[in-house]
């Protein structure tokens, strides 16, 4: 065997070795690439369910803040309605005709006797002149009554007002179901 021979053969060996161990390398960077697709599939998918998890928090966020703003709409439009009931009750009470008025004055009058001894009432202006023998002082009220004792210690007040206040903050929920069911 020559030396041609020797380097011929040294050649092949080193060919094959490097032909081995290229081969060798694309074979695990084939695995790399693999493993890497994989690791990027895998982080793609979890940042997927990350964002579609933050999404359905804030559509679930966004509807009940919906919710509560129209409940709130809800609340306001029935609270004016119950307004607008009382403001007209006002109204009818203001005007009513001068009988009925008398009628109610004095059975609010029977009333305020029989709960105090009456020394002075308040009224409004206008039914002043439907009080006769007591002290009578005007008050803004749309109507009814309140009356003291002598000593001004104790009052009742059956103004219309007041009543309708009364009415209006221990019958709300009673009212309330009969508007709106």
Do not use: P
């Amino acid at each position: 065997m020559g030396l041609e021979a020797v380097k011929d053969e040294i050649l092949n060996s080193a060919k094959e070795q490097s032909n081995s161990l290229i081969a060798e390398a694309r074979k695990e960077a084939g695995r790399i690439a693999r493993e890497t697709e994989n690791k990027i599939e895998g982080m793609k998918q979890k940042t997927d369910e990350e964002a579609k998890r933050i999404i359905d928090t804030i559509k679930r966020q966004e509807l009940a803040s919906a919710e509560l703003e129209n409940k709130k709409m809800l609340l306001e439009v029935k609270k004016q309605l119950i307004d607008g009931v009382f403001a007209e009750a006002k109204k009818r009470l203001k005007n009513l005709d001068d009988k009925k008025k008398e009628s109610y004055i004095k059975k609010l009058l029977e009333k305020a006797k029989n709960d105090i001894e009456i020394s002075g009432v308040y009224c409004n202006k206008k039914d002043a002149k439907l009080l006769k023998g007591f002290n009578v002082e005007t008050a803004d009220i749309i109507g009814g009554l309140m009356a003291e004792n002598r000593e001004k210690t104790i009052r009742v007040d059956y103004s219309f007002d007041a009543m309708l206040e009364n009415l209006k903050e221990t019958e709300l929920q009673n009212i309330n179901k009969e508007l709106f069911g």
